[in-house]
């Protein structure tokens, strides 16, 4: 099959990770399809991104659980693979409302690979998160480090992981990629689509970009006494455009593999809190003024990735430096003062 004739469905391909995932495919050539439920996401940045690829694109508005529309969909369309991304996502509401997440995480999951199964379309790439490895015992992380969850969001990106595994013991035929995220940040260049979280932001950096715009007054740096350079935590914060394409070359390895194979998606490079909030302050001239609060708890002090199994079984790398990623989130946020709304 020629790349430009394969057709990818996306959900959650409406959201943050997922929109800036799309603009690659469509890019390398893929046809894309959206389904999104849009719980957490707008229309709006589909159409952006109709505007960066100048291509239309298909959607459809529906749960990923919803087996008739999702059975609908594979009816009306031939897909190459899917890639998962729709999810909640939010660990204190996972915390609070524990069945809605598995619910919605894990039966939509099994829902998916369901009628994928029926439909014989069995290549996946699923949307996992460095939560899976819980409290790493030193870093950098690789992937055969023990994995464990620590609130029922992780839990949930653990357990599809699992039943992916599990798949493939069962049936060789499955193609199957789990792709696990440290850090992603940043917005596409032209500043059109970026992170949008509805509520007041738990991520570091939609956090600071907040501030930077005057939507919000002030950072809490949760915890100066870690066991880090600065004694602020450090991440693997990586480009979410960097990101996207890690999900094309996923696709790419799918076609001469089976398998179920776990990658580290970052950029192998740790930055502190407060180097976060210097370069943003260099990129954007904005002062972001911040206090010291007590540490947040589930924190852990250090986590990057190993990325060596990503750039040689995936031949991908971050490229994206730190400055860059600053420079592309204050595009996105000094555009959007107020996100899509
Ligand atoms: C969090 C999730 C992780 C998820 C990821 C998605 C937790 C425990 N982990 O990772 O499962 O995959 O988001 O992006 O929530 N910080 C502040 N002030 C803030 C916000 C954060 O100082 O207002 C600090 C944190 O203490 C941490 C760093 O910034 O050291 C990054 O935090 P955050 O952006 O929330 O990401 P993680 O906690 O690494």
């Not at 100048?54 to 594979?74: C, K, N, Q, W, Y």
């Not at 917005?187 to 689509?193: D, E, M, N, T």
């Not at 979410?240 to 390895?253: F, I, R, T, Y």
């Not at 490079?269 to 007590?294: C, D, H, W």
Request: proline fraction near 4%; glycine fraction near 8%.
């Amino acid at each position: 099959m020629q790349e430009n004739s394969k057709k990818i469905l996306v959900t959650g391909g409406a959201g943050y990770i997922g929109s800036h995932t799309v603009v690659s495919l469509i890019e390398n050539g893929f046809e894309v399809f959206i389904l999104d439920d849009f719980s957490n996401s707008h229309v709006e940045s589909i159409r952006r991104v109709e505007q960066i690829c100048g291509t239309s694109i298909d959607f459809l508005e529906a749960d990923v659980g919803d087996e008739a529309a999702v059975r609908g969909i594979f009816e009306a369309n031939d897909f190459y693979a899917v890639i998962h991304f729709a999810a909640f996502k939010a660990i204190g509401e996972s915390v609070q409302q524990p069945l809605r997440y598995y619910q919605n995480n894990v039966s939509g999951a099994l829902n998916l690979l369901k009628v994928m199964d029926n439909f014989d379309c069995r290549r996946l790439v699923f949307s996992s998160s460095a939560t899976v490895y819980g409290d790493p015992s030193s870093v950098p992380i690789t992937e055969s480090f023990p994995l464990s969850a620590t609130n029922p969001y992780g839990q949930s990106k653990l357990m599809v992981e699992n039943i992916m595994r599990d798949l493939y013991r069962a049936d060789q035929s499955w193609q199957l990629s789990i792709l696990r995220y440290f850090n992603p940040v940043a917005a596409h260049q032209s500043g059109l689509i970026g992170e949008d979280p509805s509520d007041i932001p738990n991520n570091l950096m939609p956090y600071i970009s907040q501030v930077g715009v005057g939507r919000l007054d002030c950072l809490s740096v949760y915890g100066d006494d870690y066991n880090t350079p600065d004694g602020t935590g450090v991440r693997d914060y990586i480009h979410v455009s960097d990101l996207a394409n890690a999900h094309v070359k996923a696709l790419q390895a799918l076609n001469s593999e089976h398998g179920c194979e776990s990658y580290n998606i970052g950029t192998g490079q740790g930055y502190s809190v407060l180097e976060m909030v210097k370069a943003f302050e260099r990129a954007s001239g904005q002062t972001i003024n911040y206090k010291v609060m007590p540490r947040r708890g589930g924190d852990v002090a250090s986590c990057y990735a190993d990325t060596r199994k990503s750039t040689e079984h995936l031949d991908w790398k971050a490229e994206y430096d730190l400055d860059r990623m600053m420079q592309d989130l204050w595009r996105w946020q000094s555009k959007n003062p107020n996100g899509y709304a």
